[in-house]
């Protein structure tokens, strides 16, 4: 994969980062809202630079879009 995935402020993604949500987010097809400042870890990239696909909670296979994210640590 050649490009870089980064995050609402420009810093670069990497598989297994954590990443925390800046904003209130609802999931299409669940009535679960992922609140501001939840923190997502272990994330894998997958072959678009906006997206990133995690695990959150009790959802699995979640892909967020890189607009709503920032890195952690």
């Known amino acids: 994969m050649d490009t870089e995935v980064k995050d609402s402020n420009g810093t670069v993604l990497n598989d ?3 990443v925390q949500i800046i904003k209130d987010l609802k999931v299409k ?3 679960v809202t992922l ?3 939840t923190v997502v870890k272990n994330i894998r ?5 906006d997206e ?3 695990n ?3 959802i699995k296979g979640l892909v967020l879009k ?3 994210l920032k890195k952690v640590g």
């Not at 990239?45 to 630079?49: A, F, Q, S, V, Y």
């Open 29 to 31: 097809g669940t009535s």
């Open 16 to 18: 297994g980062d954590s």
């Open 52 to 54: 990133i696909e995690c």
């Open 45 to 49: 990239l997958n072959h678009r630079e």
């Open 35 to 37: 609140k501001r400042g």
């Open 66 to 68: 890189t607009c709503f």
């Open 56 to 58: 959150a909670g009790k």
